[in-house]
């Protein structure tokens, strides 16, 4: 089974700094996607940043960008100038790109990320 | 457009009541996707429909747990008998076509208490 791991509970950033998130994740397929989910206090889980793994570029959206290292099943975000409604909790997710493998998100525990004004 | 929809927002239930819990997917959506979240176990999924296929219900942690899909469009999340343990948000989420790097849109959640 696929497992993902977020190491950091906790992480804090200033205003306008940038901050880098960590995940790691366990799998033996090889055709596979990876997600960066946004949780704020209002509970809905919001979308930042999703990668295919047959893609070695690393996936950016603006301020968000991801270091995808396959071979280390690696993969961090990076918000560069982080902003006081970027805190929120953040979440990895893998998802099977195999065929008849399940559509289920399999999600980290989470890192709660601060920013200080 | 109305992103998914997720009634009630909040429910508080005594121990061995049932609950409904209701979705409302993104319309043209064909995937439907339950998770839970609890402090303990993080986020976990619960079950899948898409279209007329039969339901993946490899997450649902025990027979108290039923869900169905109407007309292929809403959801209801069944928990018999509750427990103290089932206390949790529990997550709904659509995808238009679950394959590739299709984006699961979630709704807000429904917080359910057990007392």
């Known amino acids: 089974a696929q497992t993902v791991t977020q190491s950091q509970p906790e992480m804090s950033v200033q205003e306008a700094e940038t901050v880098t998130l960590s995940c790691t994740y366990d799998?033996?397929?090889?055709?596979?996607?990876l997600f960066w989910y946004k949780q704020p206090p209002s509970r809905q889980m919001i979308l930042v940043i999703r990668?295919?793994?047959?893609?070695?570029q690393n996936a950016t959206e603006n301020r968000f960008s991801v270091n995808f290292q396959k071979a280390a099943k690696s993969f961090s975000l990076k918000i560069s100038d982080s902003q006081l409604g970027d805190a929120a909790m953040y979440f990895c997710a893998y998802r099977s790109g195999s065929q008849g493998g399940s559509e289920k998100l399999v999600f980290g525990k989470g890192t709660k990320l601060t920013v200080n004004p | 457009g109305a992103g998914v929809s997720q009634s009630p927002s909040n429910k508080v239930t005594e121990k061995g009541k049932d609950v409904e819990l209701r979705c409302d997917p993104i319309?043209?959506?064909?995937?439907l996707y339950w998770y839970r979240q609890s402090l303990g176990q993080g986020l976990e999924f619960l079950i899948y429909f898409q279209g007329n296929s039969a339901p993946d219900k490899s997450g649902l942690p025990s027979d108290r747990f039923s869900a169905e899909r109407t007309g292929g469009s809403v959801s209801t999340l069944t928990i018999q008998r509750t427990q103290q343990e089932d206390s949790a948000v529990y997550l709904c989420?659509?995808?238009?076509?679950?394959?590739?790097?299709?984006?699961?849109?979630f709704g807000p959640g429904t917080r359910l208490t057990v007392l």
């Open positions: 990668q295919e793994a047959y893609k070695q």
């Open positions: 799998t033996s397929e090889s055709d596979y996607y």
């Open positions: 989420a659509s995808s238009l076509d679950p394959g590739g790097a299709d984006t699961q849109y």
């Open positions: 319309s043209g959506h064909t995937a």
